[in-house]
């Protein structure tokens, strides 16, 4: 918590594509003090000059750590409101570029709308957990209604992610030591823009199950 603290204090006022970067860095180094591996398979080809809309599995507090540490594009996350609060996380991922957002209210879901929005002109990507909460397993808790309406909103290509093991790093009696990212093929907006919400959701959802591994 310390180093997370002086983090964020170092990266106030900063560019947030130098911020990522600092936050790729200082993951990669907190998952090897802890004595974890990350291991990255990548699928997904994709074009630096353009945004994309990542969407992946939510297991536990740090998840953002493995996709900062793996993630081949720099990424703003979305995130529920109340963890803007967090004494030092919260401190910490505003600066590195975070929307909260109050998804309880229309005016909070309008402020993400634009602000996923404006990051995607940018050709900058986003990343958010259609779970809306932590599994702690290995198993998927299924996507929130209206959850994949912001990819369609934004007419954005979408990136399925699948992470395992990552709710160990919450604490576990046997903790696997290696962590695994999976980066799917890219879904185009062409391919799913007619599809319903409930469609698009369902099958989003089945390409970030199918690359968890057997717990």
């Excluded at 983090?7 to 594509?17: D, I, L, Q, R, T």
């Excluded at 600092?22 to 974890?36: F, N, S």
């Excluded at 209206?146 to 290509?157: H, T």
């Excluded at 890219?186 to 409930?198: A, D, F, G, R, S």
Aim: hydrophobic residues 40%.
């Amino acid at each position: 918590m310390p180093f997370a603290w002086m983090a964020a204090v170092n990266m106030e006022g900063k560019p947030w594509e130098s911020n990522f970067e600092r936050t790729r860095v200082w993951a990669r180094r907190a998952l090897h003090v802890l004595g974890y591996r990350l291991e990255v398979k990548n699928e997904a080809h994709l074009e630096q000059d353009r945004g994309y809309f990542f969407i992946c599995n939510h297991q536990g507090t740090l998840d953002p750590a493995l996709l900062a540490a793996s993630c081949p594009k720099q990424i703003h996350f979305v995130s529920k409101k109340k963890n803007e609060r967090l004494p030092v996380l919260g401190r910490f991922a505003r600066a590195a570029g975070v929307i909260h957002f109050d998804r309880d209210t229309k005016e909070g879901n309008i402020f993400m709308l634009r602000q996923t929005m404006k990051y995607l002109k940018k050709k900058q990507s986003i990343l958010l957990f259609p779970e809306g909460t932590r599994s702690r397993s290995q198993k998927m808790n299924p996507f929130m209604e209206n959850s994949m309406a912001v990819a369609k909103f934004n007419k954005a290509d979408i990136v399925p992610v699948t992470i395992n093991y990552a709710f160990d790093l919450d604490g576990a009696d046997k903790p696997h030591k290696t962590m695994h990212v999976f980066y799917g093929q890219v879904l185009p907006y062409e391919t799913y823009k007619n599809w319903t919400e409930e469609q698009l959701r369902l099958h989003a959802q089945d390409l970030v199950s199918q690359n968890l591994m057997e717990d």
